[in-house]
């Protein structure tokens, strides 16, 4: 059994696909475990406790500093024990601390195809502002493994959308969260908790089902 804690920051709703996918079986051998926030606000703890899984705020306003901020993060992690991390909207620098502690074992959702649109500025909306900006005429969504780099861990699944016409960044974002980052990200997990993930440098290798 795959013990899971998702790291969540707003609306959550890659979490309930995870959730929703648990329980309807398309990912197997897996559990959440624990729902950690940085944002007391976020719709994503009210999800967690409707669906009866323990949750915690780690917010930066209830610390001195950032230092003070990541060491109470990675604490709660390591008490949480976590076989997975899933970032799932998670809007905070993860501490290289974590990444140290957890790496390999961190993989996190990104609404475009790496290495497209990602980095330093790219999140939540800005990603789809600069998506149609560009006029590509696809986008997507990527899960990867989390290294001490932003969105630059080895990738694991992507899927692709097509941009519209008259698509607004608001119309983008929730076609691609439906189309693609509501699949990828609850797949990733399935796969790894079937143990069907291997990382080989910079390169993944999911290996076949077994009979
Ligand atoms: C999603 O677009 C996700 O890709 C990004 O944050 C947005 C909100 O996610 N990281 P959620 O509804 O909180 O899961």
Redesign the pocket.
Known sequence: MLNVVVC????????QAIIDRIEDGTIQNARITKVISNNPGAY?LKRAEMAAIEAECVSPKNFVDRNAFNDALLKTLKEANPDLIVL????VAIPTGVVEEFGGKIIN???ALIPSFCGKGY??LKVHEGVLARGVKVTG?TVHFVDEGLDSGPILLQKAVSVEEGDTPEIL?RR??EQA?WEILPRAIHLIAQGRVQIDGRITHILPEQE
């Open positions: 969540v920051s707003g609306g959550g709703t890659n979490l994503a799932a909207g998670f809007l959702i990104h609404p999140y939540g969504a974002q691609v969260m980052e």
